[in-house]
């Protein structure tokens, strides 16, 4: 079964921008399709955006228009490009494969 690692995850101030990345542990993953999560503060995983083998995404109503998400790359990682970043988007952040199980999240911080 694929892992997943998260990774880019870090201090930006409001109105920022900042890019996840999803590193996968093995390579045939192009045909599945990508999720992003992140945990509120009452602990509930809250959907952001999937992307889907075709290329077709959709997004949390709070991610559209300022949050990309893309599907593999040649180093057989996807990512989730966070632009115009607000403080309530402060979260640890989760990619899933499919059905993978979920990584151990990294950590965004929104605060001026």
């Known amino acids: 079964q694929v892992q997943v690692v998260e990774s880019g995850g870090g201090l930006v101030q409001p109105g920022g921008s900042l890019r996840l990345s999803c590193t996968a542990s093995?390579?045939?993953?192009?045909?599945?399709?990508i999720y992003w999560y992140r945990r509120t503060p009452e602990k509930v995983r809250e959907f952001v955006a999937y992307?889907?083998?075709?290329?077709?995404?959709y997004y949390a109503g709070f991610a559209q228009g300022r949050f990309i998400i893309t599907g593999v790359d040649d180093k057989n990682m996807v990512h989730l490009q966070m632009n115009s970043v607000q403080l309530e988007d402060t979260a640890p952040y989760y990619c899933?494969?499919?059905?993978?199980?979920w990584g151990q999240g990294t950590q965004v911080t929104v605060s001026s």
């Open positions: 899933r494969i499919g059905g993978s199980p």
């Open positions: 992307v889907k083998a075709d290329g077709s995404t």
């Open positions: 093995e390579i045939n993953i192009r045909g599945e399709t």
